[in-house]
C-alpha cells in the first residue's frame, strides 16, 4: 500500500493505493479560503497541515486495524501557492498566498513594460503574471515585511509539507521536486536548476529556495508529529513529489509523447507530454516539467494550458448565487436546459488564463433573454469549461503541437457525462474518462512506489490505467465551430474590463 498525499486548492485529502492501482481508502478535510481583499486569496498553513495529517492519520489507523502495511508516502500539491517560514522555530511568516492571487498583477505589469518579458520566457516557458511564485515571494518581502534571514524558507506546498513530514523544526528537509519548482519562474528549464539570474531580477535570495530533489527518489522518512499521532507510519519514506497537474498526467499513464490529459478541478489544466526535449515556446501557452523520474527515468517536459476557474465556477453558483444546492446538482440541471439558449458564462474572476492571459478580465454574463432561468445559467457554466479547454486546444494546434487522438479527463466535474459529451464535440477527439477521479493522488503514490520497487518500471504502471466511459464527437464540426464562435464573441466583452472600468 502506498498513501498520497494530496494538498489541493479547496481541500486536503490521503489517498491509498494498493499495488493494482485501485483506491482502496480514502480521507478529506475542507481547507478554508481566505480572501482578505478583492482578488486576493489566502490559505492557512497550518490548517493545510492538520488537515494532511489528520487525514494521514485516519487511512493509516484503518490500514493497521485491516492488517495492511504502508510501504511509502507520496506528496502532489496546488502548485504555484507560495508559503513562508522559518525553519528553526516552525513560525509561519505569513499565510499562503495562492495561486489564484492577483495582488501582484501591476508589478508584473511592470516587468512587463521594462521589458523583462522575454528572458523570462526564455528560460521559465512561463509568463509574467500574478499566478505564479516569484512575484508572490517578492511581495512577501516588500509589503509584509518577511525578512529572508538565513533560516526563512519561501517555497511551494510541497516543500511545507516534505519539511513538517520530515521531523519539521527537527531537521526537517527542505525540498521540492522540478515540477514545482518550474512554476515559480525562478527555474530555468533548460539548465535544469535555480537560475541565478532570475533570482536577482525577481529581489530572492536563493538561500530561501528549497533543494531540487527528483519527483521520484526517496526525500527522507516519516518523522516528528504525524509519527507521534499515527506511530504506524513512523519510518516511512517519503518518496514521491509532483505538482497536482504534472502528478495527474502521470496518473493518467501519459507517459508517452503526445499524450494528454484534462484535470476539471478548481481550475482546468490541459496537459500534454512534451518527450524528454525543451518544448518550443507557444502564444498562450506553458512550457514547464512533467516529472523528473532520477533513476528510475528521463526528464520529462510538458505544455500546459491552464484555465483558471471551473470547479470553482460551480461553487459560486452554489455558494453566491443559490442556483444549486450542491455541485453534484449541476449536471442534471444543465442537461435539463437542453441548450443554453444563447447564453454564455465568461468565469473570469480571477483573469483569464491560458490562452488569453488577460489578468484584467473579470466575469461575465451575457445573451440573457425573458426566458434565460436558472437551468440555462448552469448549463452555460458547464458549457464554459468546453470552450475553454478547446481553447487550449486550438493554442497547441496553432503552435504545431499534434492534435491528441485522445484526451484523458479526470476531477470532480469529470463525473458529469454532459461535460464530457460536450468536450468531445467542442474538441472533436474522443475522451476517455478515468476510472477513478483521483488521478492526482493516484500519480503522487505511483512516483512513492515506483521510488521503493512496488512497480518496476512505467511500463508496468501504464497497464494498470483503467478507463470508465469514453465519449465520441456527435456533433458537426460546422455546429461547433458555430457556437464556440459565440462564445468568443462574449468572451470579447469581458476582456480588459477592470482597466476600463478603472479609466
Known amino acids: 500500500m502506498v ?34 481583499r478583492p482578488g486576493w486569496v489566502e490559505h492557512d498553513p497550518g490548517e493545510i497541515w492538520a488537515g494532511i495529517a489528520a487525514s494521514a492519520a485516519e487511512v493509516a489507523a484503518r490500514m493497521r486495524a485491516s492488517g495492511e502495511q504502508v510501504e511509502a508516502v507520496g506528496i502532489t500539491n496546488q502548485r504555484e501557492t507560495v508559503v513562508s517560514w522559518d525553519r528553526r522555530s516552525g513560525e509561519v511568516l505569513h499565510n499562503a498566498i ?55 524558507v519561501m517555497g511551494t506546498v510541497d516543500t511545507w509539507l516534505v519539511w513538517n513530514l520530515t521531523g519539521a523544526i527537527d531537521g526537517g528537509v527542505v525540498a521540492t521536486d522540478p515540477s514545482n519548482a518550474s512554476r515559480t519562474l525562478l527555474y530555468d528549464l533548460a539548465a535544469g536548476g535555480w537560475s541565478d539570474e532570475l533570482c536577482e531580477l525577481f529581489g530572492i535570495p536563493n538561500h530561501v529556495l528549497a533543494e531540487v530533489r527528483p519527483s521520484c527518489g526517496r526525500l527522507g522518512r516519516v518523522r516528528g508529529q504525524l509519527a507521534e499521532i499515527s506511530p504506524e507510519l513512523a519510518g516511512t519514506p517519503v518518496s514521491g513529489v509532483a505538482g ?22 478548481t481550475g482546468t489544466f490541459v496537459l500534454a507530454n512534451a518527450g524528454t526535449s525543451v518544448p518550443d515556446l507557444a502564444d498562450g501557452l506553458l512550457s514547464t516539467v512533467g516529472w523528473d523520474l532520477g533513476s528510475h ?21 452554489r455558494d453566491s448565487l443559490g442556483l444549486i444546492a450542491s455541485a453534484p446538482d449541476a449536471g442534471p440541471l444543465a442537461e435539463s436546459a437542453g441548450d443554453a439558449g444563447g ?52 493554442a497547441m494546434a496553432a503552435a504545431g503541437i499534434p492534435p491528441p487522438t485522445e484526451i484523458r479527463a479526470d476531477g470532480g466535474a469529470s463525473a458529469m457525462d454532459l461535460l464530457l459529451q460536450l468536450q468531445a464535440d467542442q474538441s472533436q477527439v474522443r475522451v476517455a474518462r478515468a476510472a477513478s477521479g483521483e488521478t492526482t493522488a493516484i500519480g503522487a503514490a505511483m512516483l512513492a512506489g515506483l521510488a521503493e520497487g512496488i512497480w518496476s518500471s512505467t511500463e508496468e504502471l501504464a497497464s494498470l490505467w483503467q478507463g470508465d466511459r469514453v465519449f465520441t464527437p456527435e456533433a458537426t464540426r460546422a455546429d461547433a465551430d458555430a457556437r464556440h464562435a459565440g462564445w468568443l464573441a462574449a468572451l470579447g466583452r469581458s476582456r480588459n474590463w477592470y482597466r476600463a472600468a478603472e479609466s
Open 3 to 36: 498513501i498520497a498525499l494530496d494538498a489541493g486548492t479547496t481541500g486536503v485529502r490521503a489517498l491509498v493505493l494498493d499495488a493494482g492501482g485501485h483506491v482502496v481508502d480514502s480521507a478529506y478535510r475542507e481547507l478554508t479560503q481566505h480572501f482578505p
Open 297 to 317: 527515468g528521463p526528464l520529462t517536459y510538458a505544455s500546459e494550458g491552464s484555465v483558471f476557474s471551473t470547479g470553482a465556477t460551480i461553487q459560486w453558483l
Open 343 to 394: 447564453v454564455y458564462l465568461i468565469p473570469a474572476f480571477a483573469g483569464l488564463g491560458s490562452p488569453w492571459w488577460d489578468p484584467d478580465a473579470r466575469g461575465a454574463l451575457v445573451g440573457l433573454t425573458r426566458g434565460s432561468g436558472r437551468a440555462q445559467v448552469v448549463r452555460a457554466a458547464v458549457e464554459s469549461m468546453a470552450y475553454q479547454v478547446r481553447d487550449v486546444l486550438d
Open 244 to 265: 497536482d497537474q504534472q502528478a495527474a498526467l502521470f496518473g493518467q499513464a501519459c507517459l508517452r509523447e503526445g499524450m494528454a490529459k484534462v484535470t476539471y478541478g
Open 98 to 152: 495562492v495561486w489564484q492571487d492577483r495582488r501582484t498583477a501591476a508589478a508584473c505589469e511592470r516587468m512587463i513594460s521594462q521589458g523583462h518579458l522575454p528572458l523570462v520566457r526564455e528560460h521559465t516557458g512561463l509568463l509574467l503574471d500574478p499566478y505564479f511564485s516569484a512575484t508572490k515571494m517578492r511581495w512577501l518581502i516588500e509589503h509584509a515585511g518577511v525578512i529572508p534571514g538565513p533560516d526563512v
